[in-house]
């Protein structure tokens, strides 16, 4: 719908527009009228209006001067001259001071009709393209934080970016380097399985929000902050004007490991790369820190570990600990929790951790871990019981934590998986019971109920035992059993199916053929017929 003002002195004139066209039936309400301009502003101030349709000369103020002055003050507003001077002159003022069109009195129905109607589509297109544009502004806004990211990631993590064309990115965040010096330090959640865990997914991109806010506001104003999230770490672009020491740099991380356990709840280790000139030279403090972090091996949470200042390639060269490998697998079988913990602490041990790169100990401590997989997968052991839904997903999240956790990971890992293997031996060992209380005992009158009772066992767990182990109900195991019973005693051709049937375990001879049709296919006679 539109709102549509008439401003005409002669009142016959305004009646006869009003009147003589069905404006409702056109999306078009007729909001206001007005005897001259300085009345029509009066208006305007109150009512919403997006078509005026105006004469030209008036008392006070004319139509020119009145669209003059609503072009720019209400400049949404289209508007047409009506006048009975049929001069090209007013014409082209009035388009000047921004009239959208104009017509001369006396002007036909339909050609008012037809201009307010070109009028309102233009409106319409205007309305879309102004929505169009709105939506790709709040399009643009919502994708600046990503822009943000990606750039800040290509500055630092790509070899000789595109300088020029990343710092104009980072300015539409009003992101700038005003100083110097450049360095990095990452910052790397110790205990990553716990805390995601513990949060959904949503949540723990929010922690990991709020830790980078807290970063950029923990550090003093003479040095630039900017987080950005990388394969879960944290990295910390620093650009100052001064050159910060070891002792330095370590006060303010332990600023920021501060202010994350207390508004946060978790600890971050961090590793810290050199500071010198140029921006090219982040993409090198990065991976210090990084190898800080990876090389030079740390345990425990909450750490401050610095670069070397040499890159060493051998610290990852490793032999695994295969014989502690064994060890460990084998006390998950015997289900001692004692005798695990101490083999699991052997194996540890053997990674020489504090030794070798950070990586080879994950990629040992995840072999371990596929170790245990194996193990249920050959044990027919749920392994998404143990190791959850997504085991990708566990993989790249303990790849995120502490050495420590991992450790405890495993540690608790390989209890779950000994009591899996606990339960299903004992499940096998009531199953045997079951399965020779059976044996012994079908031909007389026995059920699900007392085979439970005489091994001290619920039915309902009884069923549940067949089910999983022989993929047969109990009552089928029983009646397979009577009939293969049955089909020996047809080898006697002097029995009578009567006494087979009771020997068998049935009273009732009757249900003794159906049942034996339904497991044999045939009846007892064809059997008997057929043995013969």
């Given at each position: 719908?539109?709102?549509?003002?008439?401003?005409?002195?002669?009142?016959?004139?305004?009646?006869?527009?009003?009147?003589?066209?069905?404006?409702?039936?056109?999306?078009?309400?007729?909001?206001?009228?007005?005897?001259d301009g300085q009345e029509a502003l009066d208006i305007l101030g109150t009512h919403q209006v997006d078509i005026?349709?105006?004469?030209?000369?008036?008392?006070?103020?004319?139509?020119?001067e009145l669209i003059s002055i609503v072009s720019g003050k209400y400049p949404h507003i289209k508007s047409v001259i009506m006048s009975g001077y049929d001069d090209f002159a007013y014409a082209q003022q009035a388009i000047r001071v921004g009239a959208s069109n104009y017509l001369l009195k006396p002007s036909r129905r339909q050609e008012i009709l037809s201009t307010v109607l070109d009028i309102t589509e233009q409106i319409q297109s205007e309305k879309l393209e102004i929505k169009s544009l709105e939506h790709l502004r709040q399009g643009f806004r919502e994708s600046l934080p990503l822009l943000k990211e990606k750039t800040l990631s290509q500055l630092v993590l790509t070899e000789s970016p595109a300088y020029p064309r990343l710092l104009a990115n980072l300015k539409m965040n009003n992101l700038v380097f005003p100083y110097l010096l450049y360095g990095v330090i990452l910052l790397r959640i110790d205990n990553f399985r716990q805390l995601h865990q513990k949060y959904l997914h949503e949540d723990t991109e929010l922690l990991k929000y709020g830790l980078k806010n807290i970063c950029e506001e923990s550090l003093p104003e003479t040095i630039v902050c900017i987080a950005f999230e990388h394969q879960d770490d944290i990295v910390l672009i620093l650009n100052t004007d001064e050159l910060l020491d070891h002792e330095e740099l370590s006060g303010y991380i332990r600023i920021i490991q501060d202010n994350i356990l207390s508004y946060l709840r978790f600890t971050v280790s961090a590793g810290i790369g050199s500071i010198d000139k140029n921006l090219q030279h982040l993409r090198r403090s990065f991976l210090e820190a990084s190898q800080a972090l990876n090389t030079r091996n740390y345990t425990g949470t909450g750490k401050i570990v610095e670069f070397s200042g040499e890159f060493d390639d051998e610290a990852s060269q490793s032999s695994y600990p295969l014989h502690e490998e064994q060890e460990v697998l084998k006390a998950v079988r015997n289900g001692s929790p004692e005798e695990i913990a101490g083999k699991l602490t052997l194996f540890n041990v053997a990674l020489q951790p504090e030794t070798v790169s950070r990586d080879q100990v994950i990629k040992s401590s995840l072999a371990l871990f596929f170790a245990l997989y194996k193990l249920c997968i050959e044990n027919n052991v749920n392994v998404n019981k143990v190791f959850g839904q997504n085991l990708t997903e566990l993989i790249q999240v303990l790849s995120r934590s502490s050495l420590d956790h991992i450790f405890q990971s495993l540690l608790e890992t390989a209890l779950l998986v000994s009591e899996h293997l606990t339960s299903k031996k004992n499940s096998n060992k009531l199953l045997e019971a079951a399965k020779l209380y059976i044996g012994q005992n079908y031909m007389k009158d026995i059920n699900r109920e007392i085979v439970a009772r005489e091994i001290y066992i619920t039915p309902g767990y009884l069923s549940l035992l067949f089910k999983q182990q022989l993929k047969t109900s109990f009552t089928d195991y029983l009646h397979k059993v009577r009939i293969e019973h049955a089909c020996l005693l047809f080898k006697d051709p002097g029995m009578r199916i009567e006494d087979i049937a009771l020997q068998s375990g049935y009273n009732d001879t009757k249900y003794f053929y159906q049942v034996f049709k339904k497991y044999k296919g045939i009846t007892p006679n064809q059997f008997r017929s057929n043995a013969e």
């Open positions: 719908m539109f709102n549509m003002i008439i401003v005409d002195d002669e009142e016959r004139a305004r009646v006869g527009i009003r009147t003589l066209i069905d404006w409702q039936a056109h999306g078009i309400t007729i909001v206001a009228e007005a005897r005026m349709l105006t004469d030209i000369r008036m008392p006070q103020m004319d139509g020119l």
